[in-house]
T-cell receptor
């Protein structure tokens, strides 16, 4: 089974621009969640999508948004980029039913650098 | 908010057991305790999870305190490949994720 795939692996953007990151979950997984990882703040939860609906959201500004398609693939968008948005963005998928105890399967992330 | 606390770093000799602690004093009854580890330039990898009882799998064991306010990840025989940052995570109904700061494990040959 193929793992979680994130594209692109690396991105360099300029302040004020927007960026879209892509995540393909493991086949059969309906839950996709996104995380921001920085040296200072560690791993922080952004949001989670399940069956094309945002099910949960972390404490990030509205510039961070996402969506999920009918094939469970997900995209994350960051508008009006700031220097502080430089981070590793991780996506994880899980086979999620009503319970919240399924393991998360992470991709290797997209490294975003904002200059 | 449910938070977890872990030591910043730990060292272990190769082929010896390692006990990685995690405190989660504000855990609620429905929070699952998950452990993941992360190698450089990779995403986190699932290790083990549990709710109330101790759990074992091929990678590790998870010991959960009776009051559930702490847990310990046990690697029975540390290898060099186990050197990583280990995260203790609470997964709550409503799917909020509360990450610990992670413990950087160094394995000494």
């Amino acid at each position: 089974k193929a793992g979680v795939t994130q594209t692109p692996r690396y991105l360099i953007k300029t302040r004020g621009q927007q960026v879209t990151l892509s995540c393909s979950p493991i086949s059969g997984h309906r839950s996709v969640s996104w995380y921001q990882q920085t040296p200072g703040q560690g791993l922080q939860f952004l949001f989670e999508y399940f069956s094309e609906t945002q099910r949960n959201k972390g404490n990030f500004p509205g510039r961070f948004s996402g969506r999920q398609f009918s094939n469970s693939r997900s995209e994350m968008n960051v508008s009006t980029l700031e220097l502080g948005d430089s981070a590793l963005y991780l996506c994880a998928s899980s086979f999620e039913g009503a319970a919240y105890n399924s393991p998360l399967h992470f991709g290797n992330g997209t490294r975003l650098t904002v200059t | 908010d449910a938070k977890t606390t872990q030591p910043n770093s730990m060292e272990s000799n190769e082929e010896e057991p390692v006990h990685l602690p995690c405190n989660h004093s504000t855990i609620s009854g429905t929070d699952y305790i998950h452990w993941y580890r992360q190698l450089p330039s990779q995403g986190p990898e699932y290790v083990i999870h549990g709710l109330t009882s101790n759990v074992n799998n091929r990678m590790a064991s998870l010991a959960i305190a009776e009051d559930r306010k702490s847990s310990t990840l046990i690697l029975h025989r540390a290898t060099l490949r186990d050197a990583a940052v280990y995260y203790c995570i609470l997964r709550r109904t409503g799917n909020q994720f509360y990450f610990g700061t992670g413990t950087s494990l160094t394995v000494i040959p």
